[in-house]
């Protein structure tokens, strides 16, 4: 196998795609964007890309849900959750009162800016293509970065002792969890179903009219699919264009999974599948008797018999019970 994630060594995403089994031995490609690691999957250069797709913290990472949901097909096939935990670095015999500048990935500024406003108020902000990337142009011999600390993880510093550090553990959050995906081509295997599994769509916004995200919404509640998460997203074409990027509790295999779709691609045909997987964290959806697979099972069996097509003909569509 070979895996694109956004480097240099050392990110978090990093840390996701070597939680993997069998990925510390493969091929690993790091790149400096999530559209670059996308763009390698799709012209086959890599199989899987790891990117970060949701954040306990900041919600979902637009970069990934905006790359997904256009293109060329693609599809999730599996999730890895990684604590998330950050260290202030910088060159060697730097001190705190030193720092005038910081470097850091967007979303790792945005969840250390509690302890920055205490410690280092004022201080300027220079973005990074990752977290890792703004740590290694501290090192000795690189290039005059133009900042004097970076806000990385601890895996950096253990492959980098010689980093400076200023400060460890400062997200304003000691919870802070993100959620990655791995993303492969269209063509890749469904992952099979575990009871524990989640599905990810894009809903494009079909009409521009009253009730039309409570009629993609109803598809989900009256069969009883729970939703994880939603974020609006504007496709980019025209302003007031958006599409919904939506996770459910279930899989393709789940029969209300399925006829949830099967209702989307009525009411908004252009809806995406990017994929069903297992939940990293393994949580079992809860399900009523009425929306189980028995239960759609004998419903469409119901029909078909009354149709005359069920296995015992016109007669077999008796008042029938529901299996659990
Ligand atoms: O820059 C990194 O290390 C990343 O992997 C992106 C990121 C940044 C902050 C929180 C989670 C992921």
Redesign the pocket.
């Known amino acids: 196998m070979r895996y694109a994630y956004?480097g240099p060594a050392g990110?978090?995403?990093e840390a996701a795609l070597l939680g993997v089994e069998g990925a510390r031995e493969a091929e690993r490609r790091p790149v400096s964007s999530v559209p670059v690691a996308l763009a390698a999957v799709r012209a086959g250069e890599v199989d899987a890309a790891m990117v970060?797709i949701e954040?306990s913290v900041e919600g979902g990472v637009t970069a990934t849900l905006d790359a997904v949901a256009t293109g060329s097909e693609l599809r999730i096939v599996r999730e890895a959750l990684v604590p998330?935990s950050f260290v202030l670095v910088a060159a060697p015999g730097t001190a705190l009162a030193d720092v005038r500048t910081v470097s850091t990935?967007s979303?790792?500024w945005a969840q250390v800016r509690g302890w920055m406003d205490e410690h280092l108020p004022g201080a300027d902000y220079v973005p990074a293509s990752?977290?890792?990337a703004a740590a290694l142009s501290l090192l000795p011999g690189a290039a005059e970065p133009g900042f004097e600390a970076a806000v990385c993880?601890p895996v950096v510093v253990e492959q980098h002792p010689e980093l400076e550090v200023l400060a460890e553990d400062i997200g304003d959050n000691r919870a802070a969890v993100?959620r990655f995906v791995l993303v492969a081509r269209p063509d890749a295997p469904l992952p099979p179903r575990t009871g524990a599994d989640r599905t990810t769509l894009v809903i494009p916004l079909w009409e521009d009219r009253a009730g039309a995200l409570m009629e993609i919404l109803e598809q989900f509640a009256t069969r009883g699919v729970n939703l994880s998460r939603i974020e609006s997203r504007p496709t980019g074409n025209f302003l007031g264009e958006y599409f919904f990027s939506v996770d459910v509790d279930g899989h393709l295999h789940d029969a209300r999974v399925a006829d949830a779709l099967m209702g989307l691609r009525r009411v908004c045909p252009s809806t995406r599948f990017l994929g069903s997987y297992p939940r990293a964290d393994h949580k079992v959806a809860t399900v009523a008797r009425h929306h189980s697979d028995g239960a759609f099972r004998e419903a469409a069996a119901w029909v078909a018999a009354l149709q005359g097509h069920g296995a015992h003909g016109p007669g077999a569509a008796g008042a029938g019970h529901v299996p659990a």
């Open positions: 956004l990110t978090f995403t970060p954040n998330i990935h979303h790792a990752s977290t890792a993880s993100t």
